[in-house]
């Protein structure tokens, strides 16, 4: 008899309505014990479950009603057998450092079909806060609910962590609420993975690291669905990293309302390939590329809308970061985007003092059709390439960017004057400009076209220096740290001296501070508006620089 099989302290309040449906308080491992005997076990309602389920090769767990709680190495753990969820309750697991998935852990082939109930307030130490997904498993989602579950530690996969060549398949339900350094909704961490996304929702997760509600390493399509509300650092709504990732998206595939406090307000492409052959970047924010933000990566645009989107810096709609990026554009619609420099399509250097020859770099990965429909976009300086526009007569000026805010090159783009007064030039004296009536520019120091006016200290000026102190010599260059906006404490000591073009990296901790505040990059010579680099990136030294703390909330 089923009853017999129970430990004693779960025979008293057991009811069992048939040798496999349990509908009242029983521990874990008294279920793991009829399973491991051969039985198949449906928790209905009123089964009240304390403990780890571990569900073996061949058998079946069914939860149609109920609730399982109180696991310490998950709530099921499905070890090659099947987990069928049609209602009830996961909450309340956890899971240690050497143990994922919190709430459901599925590995060694097992399969997993979530058609409704709800998994949530589970907590683990490594990915995988509400369910991990491993090891050639299967994990499909028509239903139900999967929030506010963590994963702690550093730890990647708040809602879903998937590993090794594990397949999610997603139609319906609704993934949300969810903590994680990186991958607050969904992580897909190794190229052998693939999260297939065909309906359902991916929605308010506000993290620290990268993708607010996917991050993806593996392949990732994305037919229906839409992914909204998320906050992260890179990559609000989505992440791509790792250089043999794939993101394909089409259909009715919508990615809106996200918000990145660095760049990538809708899809940040770090690294992989992003094919779009249909779907909608809507109304996301950033710093830099407020629909989308392309580096180190190959991006196709051959359908869709990139619309409404906001870079408070540069590429409302689209930004390339990185001259080893290339676009292609070959239908579609970037409209209605907005941004201070380039609305619709910008480019955006981490080298502070760039030349023409740099931009070129840029314009011979990017390929944009006849076709393709520039419409509405707008940004607070108005340029655009005459290669560019004379190939494509439907991108007017202001729509595309090639310059970074403030600099400006002679016979490269057309400009309109950024005001009547040369300010362009007083915020950037060395860079003469033709925005000006005049050529060169009238600016405080004219004649320093290559080196800022603020001289090394080895050339025993005061600062700004007067143009004729020489600071073209091999040597004497340096970089200095600023707590930037709302920052306080010691900064970095000064590095140099540096010879001209140094590759130079920058600190990856300080000991700069700010309250309810992390330190995440480092900006070139503006705490606004300079360029972005990493902690412990690389920028290429054209002269003294200040890096600037960029901040972002800490919670």
Known sequence: MLFAMLPANAQANTSMLSPQVISGPVAGSAVTTILQAGDDVTLIAGAVVTGTITVPVGRTLTLNGGTISGGTNSGVLVNGGTFIMQSGTISGNT???????????????????????????????????GVTVMESSTFTMNGGTIADNTAGGGARGGGVHMAGTATFHMTGGVIENNNASTGGGVNVENIGGSFNMTGGYIRNHDIVGHGGGVNNSGTFTMTNGTIYNNTANRGGGVNLQGPNNKFTMSGNAVIYD?????????????????????????????????????????????????????????????????????????????????????????????????????????????????????????????????????????????????????????????????SEDCDVCEQYPCECCDVCDEFPCECPCDVCEL????????????????????????????????????????????????????????????????????????????????????????????????????????S
């Not at 907590?123 to 806060?129: A, L, R, T, V």
């Not at 380039?342 to 314009?363: A, K, M």
């Not at 590759?503 to 995440?520: D, H």
């Open 95 to 129: 899971a240690g450092t050497s143990w994922g998935g919190s709430g459901v852990f599925v590995r060694n082939n097992g399969t997993f079909t979530m058609n409704g109930g709800t998994i949530t307030g589970n907590s683990s130490n490594n990915h995988g806060g």
């Open 258 to 418: 996200n918000t990145a406090n660095s760049v990538g307000g809708g899809v940040g492409v770090f690294q992989g390939t992003l094919t779009m052959n249909g779907g909608l970047i809507d109304d996301n924010n950033a710093n830099n590329g407020g629909g989308l933000w392309i580096s180190n990566s190959n991006v196709t645009i051959n359908n869709g809308t990139i619309s409404n989107n906001t870079a408070t810096v540069t590429g409302g709609g689209i930004v390339l970061q990185n001259v080893e990026a290339s676009l292609e554009i070959n239908a579609g619609e970037i409209s209605g985007n907005t941004a201070a420099d380039g609305g619709g399509l910008g480019f955006l250097l981490s080298d502070p003092n760039p030349v023409e020859s740099h931009f070129q770099q840029f314009l011979d990965k990017v390929t944009i059709a006849p076709a393709v429909e520039f419409t509405g976009n707008t940004a607070a300086e108005i340029r655009v390439n005459e290669a560019l526009n004379d190939d494509n007569p439907l991108i007017a000026p202001g729509e595309v960017s090639l310059t970074p805010p403030g600099h400006a090159f002679t016979n490269f783009d057309i400009h309109t004057p950024a």
């Open 451 to 554: 080196y800022p006016c603020v001289c090394p200290p080895s050339c025993g000026c005061e600062e700004p220096c007067p143009c004729g102190c020489d600071c073209n010599q091999p040597t004497g260059f340096y970089v200095t740290f600023a707590p930037g906006i709302g920052g306080g404490g010691t900064p970095p000591p000064v590095q140099g001296q540096y010879a001209y073009e140094t590759i130079v990296v920058t600190p990856v901790t300080s000991a700069l501070t700010r309250p309810g505040f992390v330190q995440v990059a480092w900006r070139v010579d503006h705490p606004t508006s300079g360029a972005l680099v990493m902690m412990g990136g690389t920028f290429v030294l054209r002269g003294n620089h200040t890096l600037y703390a960029e901040w972002m909330p800490a």
